[in-house]
């Protein structure tokens, strides 16, 4: 039995009556699973799965997994299973799953907040060479994903993770993802405040709790009080996002009901400022309204934005605060719109008077060599300190002034990642996309480096970024919606009128001073071939017609 089970059955309390009945909201009564998913999750707590990987499916191999824990549980822990080579994007709709699964696992490594030491990163890297054939990406939300992982050896990744700090526990699943948090978290000179402690309580309380490990679907955080606003917290489930408060000092503006994929959505301010030392209990309130009140009928709408979006922030907030914190929350001030982009690329003065520098790695693809590499040179520059960003870039912090030009040109010679990245190579965001990933149409990450080699050389640099986005499916694992050319990839009718890779374009879309979705032009679907040619003519036409300062959004 769960902790969930064990909750006594609540009477009907703050559910909109128009959405409440058969949505499966616990708070309302209704505990009978609706879907096969809840189902799994109320028949066995998917935390428990580990046990089973460590001693049975490790033991016995990739045939003896019960297909329950493979499609369901496994993904608590951080596996997937990855794409069957060779099976092409067309074949993707029509097989059942287990038809496209390989016997190999993607295995997700979290990295709250994305501080890791270079002891950790090495160790990361080590493990990309040893078990996953070297394969190594940052990914848009702080993680790196390792590929190729056989079941037989998760128990010694999981040693080898641990011992210096790290897991793989809640990478996935209906559960608290990875908490985002801003990349220079006590160390940028211009910080409102400091995130970093709120992050580790959280994952220190929370992570691997059974109290939120059955929740409607995944759940998104975001942590930043950088002026920059450097989490997206514009499309995650709950962000606290950095303000000065006129009279309580810094702290937190909070954000709720933020998510793309089919039905996009912008978070909403409840209009309250939270302190530092009050995040995490808020942060676990919010949680257990949407545990308790979320839709578990329909996965397509299980995630909290529906919640937010049928209730409105005062509902929420009200239930927030008479239910779960028992107490009303302090009104505050919203942020400031960030002025300037979050990616921390480049070189940049921390508070102590070192030196951060920021990598730009095309669509976050890089390797355990590169990241055992990395870590050896940040320590022969003096760091032991990395972070990875949101935007799939790397940064080493901690480097004095006279050592900043030397790691430069080390990382930039041995590795191939650079500080200073055209507008291209520094803009553009990828996918895990058809190589690996079971429900993609396209391919993405190479079609993305390809891409900016090719823009490169045609336009060089650009003197204001266009960020393009490419997914590898409907969804939007790399927030096709709020680039400035967003690509969902699908299959669109080639030269000769037979299907072939493409995309459909969204256009306009952004983060911060930009905020908003790109418009879905009808017409605009790109031959994947073609992708080249449809972003030059577009670069080309915005700066022919621009005006004065005006960005590609607001062209
Ligand atoms: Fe896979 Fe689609 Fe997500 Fe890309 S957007 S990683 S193809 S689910």
């Known amino acids: ?22 949505e499966g909201q616990w708070a309302l009564g209704y505990r009978e699973p609706l879907n096969p998913n809840e189902q799994a999750k109320k028949d066995d707590d998917a935390l428990h799965v580990r046990s089973r990987i460590e001693n049975i499916y490790a033991v016995r191999g990739f045939a003896s997994i019960d297909p329950s824990d493979l499609r369901n549980r496994f993904r608590w822990m951080g596996l997937y299973t990855q794409r069957r080579p060779g099976i092409d994007g067309g074949k993707t709709a029509t097989l059942e799953p287990h038809e496209l699964d390989d016997s190999h696992f993607m295995l997700r490594v979290r990295i709250d907040g994305g501080a890791l030491t270079t002891e950790q990163l090495r160790v990361v890297g080590q493990i990309s060479i040893d078990f996953a054939r070297g394969t190594a990406d940052v990914t ?46 006590g160390i940028a000179a211009d910080e409102i405040v400091d995130g970093t402690p709120a992050v580790r309580e959280i ?26 606003q450097d989490t997206v917290p514009e499309i995650n489930d709950v962000a606290f996002v950095g303000v000065e408060h006129p009279e309580h000092g810094p702290g937190f503006d909070l954000w709720v009901g933020g998510g793309l994929s089919t039905n996009p959505m912008l978070a909403q301010r409840l209009g309250a400022w939270v302190p530092l030392d009050e995040v995490a209990d808020v942060w676990a309130g919010v949680v257990r309204v949407f545990r308790d009140y979320g839709y578990r009928r329909l996965r397509t709408k299980a995630r909290i934005k529906f919640l937010v979006a049928d209730w409105g922030p005062e509902k929420f907030r009200r239930v927030l605060e008479t239910e779960y914190l028992h107490r009303p929350l302090v009104d505050g001030p919203a942020p400031a719109t960030p002025v300037a982009p979050g990616d921390h690329v480049g070189v940049n003065r921390q508070q102590d008077g070192n030196y951060f520098v920021g990598f730009s790695a095309v669509a976050g693809r890089v390797s355990g060599e590169k990241l055992v590499r990395l870590a050896e ?65 396209v391919e993405t990450k190479g079609r993305a480096a390809a891409l900016v080699d090719e823009l490169e050389q045609r336009l060089g640099n650009l003197d204001s970024p266009i960020t393009v986005n490419l997914n590898g499916c409907p969804n939007s694992c790399a927030r096709i919606q709020v680039a400035d050319i967003g690509l969902k990839g699908q299959l669109v009718p080639g030269p000769d009128g037979h299907q072939v890779e493409g995309f459909q374009v969204h256009l306009g879309g952004g983060l911060g001073l930009d905020a908003g979705f790109g418009r879905k032009l009808r017409g605009h679907k790109v031959v994947a071939d073609d992708l080249p040619d449809y972003v030059e003519r577009l670069a080309k036409a915005y700066l022919a017609e621009r005006t004065d300062g005006e960005r590609f959004a607001q062209w």
């Open 377 to 441: 040179l940040a320590e022969a520059h003096g760091s032991s300190r990395v972070r990875t960003t949101p935007m799939q870039k790397l940064l080493v912090l901690d480097v004095a002034e006279d050592r900043v030009q030397p790691l430069i040109e080390a990382v930039r010679t041995e590795l191939g990642l650079t500080a200073d990245p055209t507008a291209w190579r520094r803009s553009v965001l990828a996918c895990t996309g058809i190589e690996f990933c079971k429900l993609a149409i």
């Open 1 to 22: 039995m769960t902790v969930a089970d064990s909750r006594p059955t609540r009477p009907a309390r703050a559910g909109s009556p128009r959405r409440a009945k058969g």
């Open 140 to 185: 848009d939300r702080q993680n790196v994903q390792l590929h190729w992982i056989r079941i037989e050896d998760v128990p010694e990744i999981w040693r080898r993770l641990e011992s210096v700090g790290l897991s793989t526990m809640e990478a996935c699943g209906d559960c608290p993802r990875v908490i985002l948090g801003s990349p220079v978290a």
């Open 203 to 228: 994952a220190e309380r929370y992570i691997g709790s059974e109290e939120f490990s059955n929740l409607p679907r995944k759940f998104k955080t975001a942590i930043s009080g950088h002026p920059s």
